[in-house]
């Protein structure tokens, strides 16, 4: 078994069912199948999140490339609980520590959700995640995917160290941090940031009272992640002056 279950074996594994996912516009896998995979990507979190050193040897692993692996199996059409997993085992490389944020994840992190199309729109299609939100998820009355995504914002977007600094929060979300000149002047980060704001209040937040859920439970539990989300942004808020750039602006105005 210990020859079987290592880290090699496992990311073979996902890259074997990328290729397949590729190929089908719904993934189709047995259903012991997926629950190897989202047992896979459980450990990976867990083992991510608590230890530094794993975290770092991986991430620079370039054979492994584990953030490109996870990010393209969340561009694929798989079923919701597999997104939320593959969302919690990314969300796992950026754990907050005592001294903050590390920038190189962040970056990382925030340019492959950025890139993706999830919630900004790409290259002139819809946004993916709001799709699957309002045509999968509300069909079904359970949410694991917005869940873990809004998670997953929260992780790598409004979290800083200290908390109480504004300007970093404010470069960070506006994707400053660690840039050059010429490729902040090629990015439009201000409107970038409304809309993850304008997704996580706008359009999971705020409508959350007319949708049908399967657990009642997971109503508030929503909720409540996107409270976690928004709270950061309106405590680093500067209010004299009034920044109209900061996330927490667009939170406010509300």
């Not at 020859?3 to 719904?26: A, I």
């Not at 450990?43 to 230890?51: E, F, G, H, N, Q």
């Not at 593959?86 to 796992?92: E, N, T």
């Not at 729109?121 to 993916?128: A, I, K, L, N």
């Amino acid at each position: 078994l210990r020859r079987v279950v290592t880290w090699s074996n496992l990311v073979v594994c996902v890259g074997l069912y990328l290729v397949v996912f590729e190929r089908h516009k719904v993934a189709v896998m047995p259903p012991e199948e997926m629950l190897l995979l989202r047992g896979f990507l459980g450990v990976l979190a867990t083992v991510v999140r608590y230890s530094p050193a794993t975290r770092d040897a991986l991430f620079s692993h370039k054979a492994y490339a584990p953030l490109e692996r996870l990010f393209a199996l969340y561009a694929c059409a798989v079923p919701m609980a597999l997104t939320a997993a593959d969302l919690r085992a990314m969300a796992a490389f950026e754990r907050q520590t005592a001294t903050g944020a590390s920038p190189r994840y962040l970056r990382a992190l925030w340019d492959n959700l950025d890139q993706s199309g999830a919630i900004r729109s790409v290259r002139g299609e819809p946004p993916r995640a709001l799709y699957e939100l309002e045509h999968i998820e509300c069909v079904h009355g359970r949410y694991p995917g917005t869940h873990a995504l809004v998670s997953f914002l929260s992780a790598i977007l409004p979290h800083v160290a200290p908390v109480s600094n504004a300007a970093t929060l404010v470069a960070h979300m506006q994707d400053t941090l660690s840039l050059t000149a010429p490729m902040l002047a090629a990015r439009k980060s201000s409107a970038h940031a409304v809309s993850y704001v304008t997704f996580v209040l706008d359009h999971v937040l705020l409508p959350a009272s007319t949708r049908t859920y399967v657990r009642p439970a997971e109503r508030c539990a929503l909720s409540a992640a996107c409270l976690e989300y928004a709270e950061p942004c309106l405590a680093t808020l500067p209010v004299a002056p009034l920044d109209s750039t900061h996330p927490g602006f667009d939170v406010l105005r509300r």
